[in-house]
């Protein structure tokens, strides 16, 4: 998949497994070996990321309360974050609930 939109929806992959690890999340796709850590914002997205629908616009408009910051600067780093969390076999796109 290419870059997500804002009404992509996203689920952790379901072999991802992740820990919290001196404040940041760790996360590992059991079956390809794919890791990547998260910074602070990066953990705090992957703990909103259920608790949002799980499109990057109900997360962007989580973050947007709780950070200042640009709405076009947070989709753009969202996309950025998801775009390579999909490369790395750690999330997929979801079904759009009916």
Do not use: C, K
Request: charged share 25%; net charge negative; aromatic share 6%.
């Amino acid at each position: 998949m290419d870059v997500p939109t804002l009404t992509t929806r996203l689920a952790p992959h379901p072999d991802v497994v992740w820990r919290l690890v001196e404040g940041e999340v760790v996360l590992l796709n059991i079956t390809t070996g794919q890791y990547y850590s998260l910074d602070e914002v990066g953990t705090r997205v992957w703990s909103l990321l259920p608790q949002t629908g799980s499109s990057l616009e109900g997360l962007r408009n989580a973050l947007l309360e709780e950070f200042d910051a640009d709405a076009s600067d947070i989709d753009r780093d969202l996309r950025d974050l998801f775009g390579r969390l999909l490369a790395a076999d750690l999330v997929v796109t979801a079904e759009t609930p009916a």
